[in-house]
């Protein structure tokens, strides 16, 4: 479980910045679903409960912001509603897991869409009625969902196409533990 944490703050490391809006490209949603479909509800979801705790206590393990400093200020930025979706988001992937969707790809890849669901309707909402634009105003569901949405579904698809494997292989590899 610490370790799903610890690579969940990782992958914020490795962010993208893209000019057109204010929510970065980066390996977390990957990360947050592969973990739960791996550890299953509880501990996929504790784990990223963990990860939002160092982030509120200042520990650098969410996205660089050019606007925001570290710590909880983060939840209140356009980025707030996906990172509070983690534990939500492994929570439903991990139950799915649980029942027996972690076992073949197919499922994997349905379990882990579950959760990205998750997180883009809480980003996106968070983004659209509360996330402030410099002009002090929400942007609104439409211009949410082109830049906190539609940029990223390409790229996550990709990312979750791949990892949807990687946990039916292990469980091959090493055998489901009960």
Partial sequence: MLFITV????????????????VPLTLQPMVVLLGALALGSRLGSTSQILYLTAGIAGLPDFAASASLPPGPLRLLGPTGGYLMAYPLAAFVTGYLAERGFDRRYIMSVVAMLAGLLVIYTAGMTWLGLFARTSEGTAPGMSVALFTGVYPFIVPDLIKLAVAAGLVPALWRLLGRPH
């Fill in 7 to 22: 690579l969940t703050a990782a992958a914020a490391q490795i962010s993208i910045p893209l000019p057109f809006t204010n």
